[in-house]
């Protein structure tokens, strides 16, 4: 099993640019999480996911939007990037509401926007 | 709001030496409490997940402990090594699942 795979593992964007950070998981996991984590703010919840077609806000949403159309795949959108959005992505995801099990992350994304 | 609290910011211990990480967290009605590590530029792992029913869990070196009436986790790290050096963050998680960070432990053990 893979776990959590992030695609790309680093990235430099134009201020103004879109793009999409890729998350997937193999586990039949329901739950799922983007986070942002800066130097001093710690992780950050951006947008989260209880399942297929189920997506809702985090702490800091505002410049990003998610989709879940598959259990497996929850990817990151950016619209138009901004220089504060340069920052290292993670994604997670644990099991859903029955389970007692904690999250699992990915190896992240390191975006930076110029 | 869940706010949760990790002291100290930073520390430095020779190898050999047991040490305990601290966790605090505001509000006691959490789900379950996770410990992971992160080495610089990587990801998180996951060390030691602790149920709200539990009062500690054991991985080999690492004990954790959970008082969840009085908002406070212990992470021990018993015959520390080089290998440990990394930070290590402590999150709660509420009960909508979501999970809430500290900021961390940033661990030196000199050989």
């Known amino acids: 099993n893979a776990g959590v795979t992030q695609t790309p593992k680093f990235q430099v964007l134009k201020t103004g640019q879109s793009m999409t950070l890729q998350c997937a998981q193999d586990?039949?996991?329901?739950?799922m999480s983007w986070y942002r984590q800066d130097p001093g703010m710690g992780l950050r919840l951006i947008h989260y996911s209880v399942g297929a077609g189920i997506t809702d806000q985090g702490e800091v949403p505002n410049g990003y939007n998610v989709s879940r159309s598959t259990t497996e795949d929850f990817p990151l959108r950016l619209l138009s990037a901004a220089p504060s959005q340069t920052s290292v992505y993670f994604c997670?995801?644990?099991?859903?509401?029955?389970?007692?099990?904690?999250?699992?992350f990915g190896s992240g994304t390191r975006l930076t926007v110029v | 709001k869940q706010e949760v609290t990790q002291i100290p910011a930073a520390l430095s211990v020779p190898e050999g030496e047991n040490l305990v990480l601290n966790c605090s967290f505001t509000d006691s009605a959490i789900y379950n409490l996770q410990w992971f590590r992160q080495d610089p530029g990587k990801g998180l792992t996951s060390l030691l997940l602790?149920?709200?029913?539990?009062r500690e869990q054991t991985s080999g070196r690492l004990n954790a402990s959970l008082d969840k009436s009085s908002g406070r986790s212990t992470l021990y790290i018993a015959a520390s090594q080089p290998g440990d050096s990394a930070t290590y963050l402590c999150a709660v998680m509420d009960s909508s699942y979501k999970l809430i960070f500290g900021s961390g432990t940033r661990l030196l053990v000199r050989p």
């Open positions: 997670a995801s644990r099991p859903g509401r029955t389970s007692h099990g904690g999250y699992t």
């Open positions: 586990m039949n996991h329901e739950y």
């Open positions: 602790i149920q709200s029913s539990q």
